[in-house]
């Protein structure tokens, strides 16, 4: 359904004096022809059809070996973005001890053991089988089941879950007879996971793995209907650096009930009770919207697309919610909660937008900031010139509406798609078709997301997992005043003497969502547009030729 490049359209447009097209070619001159080609569909100059359509981007497709990008592996997206913020539940990483060492605590799922009565928390551990030569030989079965007793033994958690790494669907370990076998000797929940590092092309095929695993493993394990109105999961929060706290404040503030939440700050009895909800809230659609889908299908709850990035798009996000029950009550609370708090956000974006007004960024992150952080930039006056993606999807940058058009290529087709029915006593549609046809006329979308290029200029270069090379050049080429991405760029990027500011991570800071997030991140970005570090790269015998001197290295 969407549309190919428009060449005439992109012809005449600029961007920051640069003609997008002939920037395009620099960067894919230096390839081979055969990476050129494959590069040349994953790089697009944005252009916005009046209904919305945009060009095709090549996405969620091999990474060309050799180029240095940005991803990591299907373990990762599994156990590293999904399950791992979730407090109470041991997860063992079953293989040699990399992959476990290299994700302990390193993402900043922040936890508060406090808000369960068990005070379950063990995000601090690492737990691995740390597989050796005789495992790889022999099997690792028996150790595994000798590391599920283990940590039952020492730690008697309510849920054990077992993440597969590369080796172990190379040998043939059944983790998931290992796990049932556990499960049946223990009583308590234990699962595995099947996401072996080199599954699917990117952390996106262990969402999908992480999503199909807690459907059929957790969801729908507790029918009891918790107290509170305005019943909400929400879906793709991860809390780092304290943002589903942030956002969390602001639905108690607005009377909100917050199920569940997948997965910042979440426990296993939230999961095993989120189809109780009454509606599904989803900030980041790339890593969840599997789940989101499913418990339509099964259960009947919709789901809305969100953003709590951004004073502006939090106040739309919670009026959505508003708009959603319908009851004055809720509207007239949550109206009341945007007019107390808009005024400080306000304030502080006054404060620092003198400074941050005409400045220019790049963002290539994940499957969702890289997007949602545009609102930001643009409150303080800043322009994106590029963005992209590691791990997005056609419908994370063209919108849901190409769906049907997304092909499966053979990287990607080992990775299960449940076949999810409704559930003959649980389905419970929670609005009627009238009802829904009645909010959708008044604006409310459901099960939709319009994706990042038609919210990005003409133009503007959208470009799929990004390669070390492309970000030197892009940064010879543009200059930009501030980076946005992850560690492994940070400081490349800033031994260009330009600024990068860490998405992932929020460089240790935050939480950016909300309101109070909003008013830190205008804080932060002014910080590093604005500090004097980058005027003193060049050495004062570099700048003025009246005075000679060396460096002692030279
Ligand atoms: S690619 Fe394989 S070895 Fe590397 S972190 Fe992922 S699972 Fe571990």
């Not at 000798?146 to 730690?155: K, P």
Request: charged share 25%.
């Amino acid at each position: 359904m969407a549309t190919a490049p428009n060449k005439k359209a992109t012809q005449d447009v600029k961007l920051d004096s640069h003609d997008p097209e002939k920037v395009k070619a620099r960067l894919l001159s230096k390839y081979p022809p055969k990476v050129a080609r494959k590069r040349a569909k994953q790089i697009v100059v944005n252009r916005v059809d009046p209904d919305g359509k945009t060009p095709v981007i090549s996405s969620n497709v091999r990474t060309v070996p050799g180029l240095m990008g940005q991803r990591g592996c299907c373990y990762a997206g599994c156990k590293g973005v999904v399950l791992g913020p979730t407090r109470d539940i041991i997860n063992i990483t079953h293989g040699p001890i990399g992959c476990g060492y290299y994700s302990w605590l390193t993402r900043r799922n922040q936890t508060d053991p406090d808000c369960t009565a068990d005070g379950h928390n063990f995000m601090t551990y690492c737990f691995s089988t740390d597989m050796q030569d005789q495992e790889i030989i022999f099997g690792g079965e028996k150790k595994l089941k000798q590391a599920i007793q283990e940590a039952y033994d020492n730690f008697r958690p309510k849920a054990i879950a077992v993440f597969s790494t590369c080796p172990v669907g190379l040998i043939g370990d059944d983790v998931h007879a290992v796990c049932r076998e556990m499960k049946a000797k223990l009583g308590i929940n234990v699962f595995g996971f099947s996401c072996e590092g080199y599954k699917g092309v990117s952390q996106s095929a262990g969402h999908h793995i992480a999503n199909n695993g807690i459907f059929k493993h957790v969801v729908g394990l507790d029918d009891t209907i918790g107290e509170g109105k305005y019943r909400i999961n929400l879906l793709g929060e991860y809390n780092i650096g304290g943002d589903a706290f942030e956002i969390e404040r602001l639905f108690e503030r607005c009377g909100i009930t917050m199920v569940s939440s997948y997965s910042g700050n979440s426990s296993i009895d939230a999961f095993a009770n989120s189809h109780t909800a009454d509606l599904n809230l989803i900030m980041c659609h790339r890593s969840i919207n599997y789940v989101a889908e499913m418990m339509e299908t099964k259960f009947g709850v919709p789901w809305v697309k969100v953003n709590f990035i951004g004073g502006a798009a939090t106040a739309k996000s919670l009026r959505k919610i508003a708009q959603y029950f319908d009851e004055k009550e809720l509207t007239d609370r949550v109206e009341a909660v945007i007019a107390a708090e808009m005024p400080a956000v306000e304030a502080a974006c006054a404060d620092v937008r003198p400074r941050t007004e005409g400045k220019r960024a790049m963002l290539f992150v994940g499957g969702s900031r890289a997007h949602h952080y545009q609102e930001l930039f643009a409150e303080l006056g800043m322009r994106t010139l590029s963005a992209g993606y590691e791990f997005g999807h056609r419908d994370d940058y063209e919108g849901r509406r190409v769906l049907p058009d997304i092909k499966v290529d053979a990287d990607s087709r080992n990775i299960e798609e449940l076949a999810i029915t409704p559930d003959p006593e649980r389905f419970n549609p929670r609005i009627s078709d009238e009802k829904k046809a009645e909010l959708e006329a008044r604006g409310l979308q459901f099960g939709e997301y319009d994706g990042m290029m038609p919210e990005m200029p003409d133009g503007t270069m959208v470009i799929d997992d990004l390669s070390q090379y492309e970000t030197d050049q892009l940064i010879k080429i543009f200059k930009p005043d501030l980076f946005c991405a992850g560690i492994k760029e940070k400081y490349t990027v800033q031994k260009h003497g330009i600024p990068l500011k860490q998405l992932h991570s929020y460089d240790y800071g935050g939480p950016y969502a909300g309101f109070k997030g909003a008013v830190n991140f205008y804080h932060e970005i002014d910080r590093m547009v604005s500090s004097r570090v980058w005027q003193y790269m060049r050495a004062p015998w570099q700048e003025h030729p009246e005075l000679s001197a060396t460096y002692a290295w030279e």
